[in-house]
């Protein structure tokens, strides 16, 4: 079954090449026509025709040569332009010249190829993400378990001094009281101690309230 693109490449054929010049080329290739030196030997989908002609008559060695259908995009190394299978032919590497469905077929073949290593392509490239992915996930996994390890060493580090406190005598419950309760009774230590050294001190912090003073008369 052809492709779409088979399908247009030979529309676009039939449309260059029509039935009379079919008929034509046909005729130009037969070979038992008395004084012809060039023969017609097929055409590409571009409808390029492709000749074999003897020089004086003499059937030694043919030439071989292309006639463009656009001469223009043939004017540079038509050996790149045409089809591979007629520019082995050009070259004397192919014996039998090729059909237009040779050169269908073989582009047909080409363009599953192409399909083919376009998918091969897209498949290498899922498996090296899927790959890659799954190496952070275990990269992720991995750390997380160190994390969940050190977590649990810390709680049980804690627990642990919870423990040797308890069994010391201290209580967890009242500890920071405790801890306010030593700091404001130094505090009041440290004050107390300032206040013995400095008279001054002494006498703002006095309670003594002021007394009215009584004169008596002298007799």
Excluded: C
Aim: glycine residues 4%.
């Amino acid at each position: 079954m052809s492709s779409p693109a088979t399908a247009q490449k030979l529309k676009e054929f039939y449309s260059r090449v029509s039935v009379w010049k079919q008929l034509y080329y046909k005729w130009r290739g037969l070979k038992g026509v008395p004084l012809r030196k060039k023969f017609f030997v097929g055409y590409d989908l571009d409808a390029n025709t492709y000749w074999e002609y003897f020089q004086d008559g003499k059937h030694l060695r043919p030439r071989r040569m292309v006639e463009p259908y656009e001469p223009q995009k043939l004017i540079f190394n038509y050996f790149d332009k045409v089809p591979i299978q007629w520019a082995q032919w050009l070259k004397f590497s192919r014996k039998t010249p090729p059909s237009i469905f040779d050169i269908l077929q073989d582009e047909e073949r080409v363009r599953k190829l192409q399909i083919m290593s376009q998918f091969k392509e897209g498949e290498q490239l899922y498996n090296k993400e899927l790959h890659q992915q799954r190496i952070e996930e275990n990269l992720n996994r991995e750390l997380g378990k160190i994390q969940n390890k050190n977590d649990r060493e810390n709680q049980s580090t804690a627990e642990n001094a919870a423990i040797a406190m308890q069994k010391s005598g201290y209580d967890l419950n009242n500890l920071s009281h405790l801890e306010i309760k030593s700091k404001n009774n130094a505090k009041l230590e440290t004050d107390a101690s300032s206040l013995a050294e400095d008279p001054w001190k002494q006498a703002a912090h006095s309670n003594d309230q002021p007394q009215e003073a009584t004169f008596k008369p002298r007799r």
